[in-house]
């Protein structure tokens, strides 16, 4: 298989602004979805991701214990975590901004989830865990299990993997502040879900982060030119580390409500740019993500010298407006959630962003990836009457190893990819890539950016899903 360019997967990996956000698309709303078993279903997929020993109450039955030796030839345990797409790598950057989203989502939309909330905290846990391991020597983040190039040149089942598992990390001499300050807002993040849940464990997470926030500040510098032929261009860094070390302080001030991170925010608001690039949000990007998280204590009444991040934030859902913005954009319900509570709207010259109008245009993109699109499929794998049936993923494609106990091995499984059946193991829940600019959809493997799932496309997606089945 070719490399997979850094704008893979499709439109759908644009869904990434706030942490809750859809692209926009200007369709009738058919209506009537079940958001609730969409939510079951988008936390399933994380199950069919999993990498390492798989435990006991594991739901996504087809799949079985993969990559065991992981980290070996380092000298370290890097099992667990999760395979960020339709491949057999574990890219620590997009594993730890998912981290993060799920995080999120259960913070500010746990009560939401009912029954499913456990779940959510189980696959948040999964990759904590691995980021633990990641980080657990000072001055070290492992950052990525396997070489991309061997992985992409193969089709086959994790199971069966024979591709290099070589082991990646930044150090002190070869600096990575973005994907260290991801990973140290991802464990920060999580520190607040397990804060009532698991006390000890909560402590864990948040010096962890503390630590890790710390090496990626002192040790300034991109990942992508430390470990460029490695990362790139599957997970390259273009849009530089200022942002993640700012999303890593939000994350921390709001872990750890420490003065320092207030401080760290306030004075490098300008040195590292917390204003550039408002109209996005991915893993790439996080200029959205931050201004938005901060400006909640200023909608709250609680921080007023973060007034200008809220500025921001503002000038971020303005430009979202139909008429007034580009017509495939993101959209932000959870920032209409902190308006609402405030009793706030923004002005947005002769308009203003209310919360209803905020959520209205957030339900239409969650709408749109479960049916209510000019092709009337869901782009969810498993939910509704049709959907993708022949996604961009390996274990998916190929028999699993109950229907086919002997190997298959890297060259053996081409046929498969090519093959124009569906594919034999459904992995519920996950969202593909998405239509291409004009809305067609080509059921194909081989079309990868619009055919292959990634765990980034569905943790904000949990959000929203969560938030809707309590206000349909």
Known sequence: MAPKPLTFPG???????????????????????????????????????RSGRLPPDQRVKW????????????????????????????????????????????????????????????????????LLKATEKPGVVYVQVGDAYSDHSCWERPEDMDTLRTVYKIDNAHPGSDVAGETAAALAAASIVFRKRDPAYSRLLLNRAIRVFNFADKH???????????????????????????????????????RVYREYIVKNEVVL???????????????AGINVLISKEVLMGKADYFESFKQNADGFICSLLPGISHPQVQYSPAYSNYLSHANKV??????????????????????????????????????????PRRIHHRGSSLPSVAAHPARIGCKAGTRYYLSPNPNPNLLVGAVV????VSDAFPDSRPYFQESEPTTYINAPLVGLLAFFSAHP
């Open 346 to 387: 923004v002005p947005c010259g002769e308009t203003s962003a209310s919360p209803a109008l905020l959520k209205h245009l957030a339900k239409r993109q969650v709408d749109y990836i479960l049916g209510d699109n000019p092709l009337g499929m869901s782009y969810m794998v498993g939910y509704g009457a049709r959907f």
């Open 63 to 130: 799949r079985r214990d993969s990559a065991l030796h992981d980290g070996s030839t380092a000298g370290v345990d890097l099992t667990g975590g999760y395979y960020d797409a339709g491949d057999n790598v574990k890219f620590g950057f997009p594993m730890a901004f998912t981290t993060t989203l799920l995080a999120w989502s259960i913070i500010d939309f746990g009560r939401n989830m009912g029954p499913e909330l456990k779940n959510t905290v189980k696959a948040v846990k999964w990759s904590t865990d691995y």
């Open 220 to 258: 300034r510098g991109a990942y992508s030119s430390s470990l460029h032929s490695a990362v790139c261009p599957f997970y390259c860094d273009v849009n530089g580390y200022q942002d993640e070390l700012l999303w890593g302080a939000a994350w921390l001030h709001k872990a750890s409500r420490k």
């Open 11 to 49: 439109i759908f990996s644009a869904l990434l602004a706030f942490s809750f956000s859809l692209l926009l698309f200007c369709h009738p709303i058919i209506g009537g979805h079940n958001y609730h078993d969409a939510l079951r279903k988008s936390i399933l997929f994380f199950e069919g991701q």
């Open 273 to 287: 740019r917390a204003g550039d690039t408002i109209n996005e949000f991915g893993w790439d990007n996080k200029h």
């Open 433 to 436: 890539g998405g239509p291409n």
